[in-house]
């Protein structure tokens, strides 16, 4: 009799155990979103365009300028994404000249003041996307080391 109920209580466990795993899978997986529609090189233009109006604050010519600036911008990088680089140091290459040509661009546009005001607020978003950047590699490398320190053994897999 006891036996019975240990051997009942192990394939509960063991049931249990796989609905587990078959769940935690399941999540992970659906936390992946379907991937959204890109915006148009007009939509971005347009969204940055109207950021850089209140922050900067521009006149209305200086806006109908900028826009164009973005929306060349836009359409340069949609291009490079476009096309088939194999290589990505030219393709970074490309995508420094296109930096180069709107910030002389912008130069020409904006006053002294409102440049150096916009080049602070591009580099604090160039900071934040480098911490960004790097705590996602390393959460990601912690991952990987505990998902390797969880094999029996807890070595993981030697290399």
Not at 6 to 19: D, E, N, V
Not at 108 to 113: E, N, P, T
Request: aromatic share 4%.
């Amino acid at each position: 009799m006891n036996k019975q109920i240990l051997r009942a209580a192990g394939q509960t466990c063991l049931m249990l155990w796989i609905t587990v795993i078959a769940g935690t899978t399941t999540v992970i997986g659906q936390r992946a979103s379907p991937k959204l529609p890109r915006w148009s090189a007009e939509q971005k233009a347009r969204k940055l365009s109207i950021r850089q109006s209140h922050e900067l604050h521009l006149t209305k010519l200086q806006q109908q300028k900028i826009l164009v600036i973005n929306r060349d911008y836009a359409l340069g990088i949609d291009e490079l994404r476009a096309g088939s680089a194999p290589d990505s140091r030219g393709r970074m290459e490309k995508l420094k000249a296109l930096h180069e040509q709107r910030d002389e661009k912008y130069r020409q546009v904006l006053d002294a003041g409102q440049f150096k005001h916009w080049n602070d607020l591009e580099m604090a978003q160039r900071e934040k996307l480098k911490s960004y950047k790097a705590k996602r590699r390393k959460k990601i490398l912690n991952e990987e080391k505990s998902a390797s320190d969880s094999l029996p053994g807890g070595k993981g897999i030697p290399k």
